[in-house]
């Protein structure tokens, strides 16, 4: 398994020339087509049709930088290269550095009542009134190079970036665009039923709506069963973003490189 993902890992990245100046999916379907098929076959090439030869030097520049940023792990050298709807190409190299985070407001635009992180393998919740601070977020979250949401680039990353007077330098993975790439539109619920991801009885169903009301009725009652019920549906949430990253990603790859060939 390990080989496999490593070898995932030097398909997408090192098969990817939409970092460079100039160059968008089409660009890139035109050197793929010609078999540029990645960093070295592009080096290696004298000329390529579609580039002039000061544009070929050019880019043999920016790809060898590539190589040695990718080598020393410098990660934002891609985020500043790499339109953020083309980022997702980083989730296999740093799926091991990944948080998966989503958060509950109590309705009001900004106002964070819970947010739920998941490293693969353990969940960590922050809820108001027990752990909601900024120094510990930040602790948590600083040994982690790309964050993956649904719908975060426009809601829950520039939500807490405010409620917490800070700034992501983190990858970050939006896969409600990666899903609607591949035709699955909705909300992360109707996504998970698409893909045929279950989610536990006791809150299945439960809704975003019903998420504002039930932290206003632990808010205003105290009674455990709300901020519980609560808690278990945002962790169903992270948790349920990473199947749906490993589906989702693969697919737009193939379907981005294998079909144009």
Known sequence: MYLYMLLFFFVVIRKSFIFLPKVGIKKEVMLWRQGIKDWNSFLSAKTIGG???STKEEYDEHIRLAKNKLFVEDYQFFINRCPSSEQWRLYDLLRDECLFVDIETSGYYGDITVIGVYNGSESKMFVR?????RDEFIKTITPYKLLVTFNGSSFDLPVIEKFFGLRF?????DLRHVCAKLGYKGGLKKIEKMMGIARPDDVEGTTGLEAV???NQWASTRQRFYLDKLLAY????IINLKPIAERSIKELWASTYTQCL
């Open 51 to 53: 580039l002039s030869l």
């Open 129 to 133: 009134g027990f752990n909601l601070d």
């Open 169 to 173: 330098p983190h990858v970050h993975i």
């Open 213 to 215: 009301h039930l932290w």
């Open 234 to 237: 945002n962790e169903e949430d």
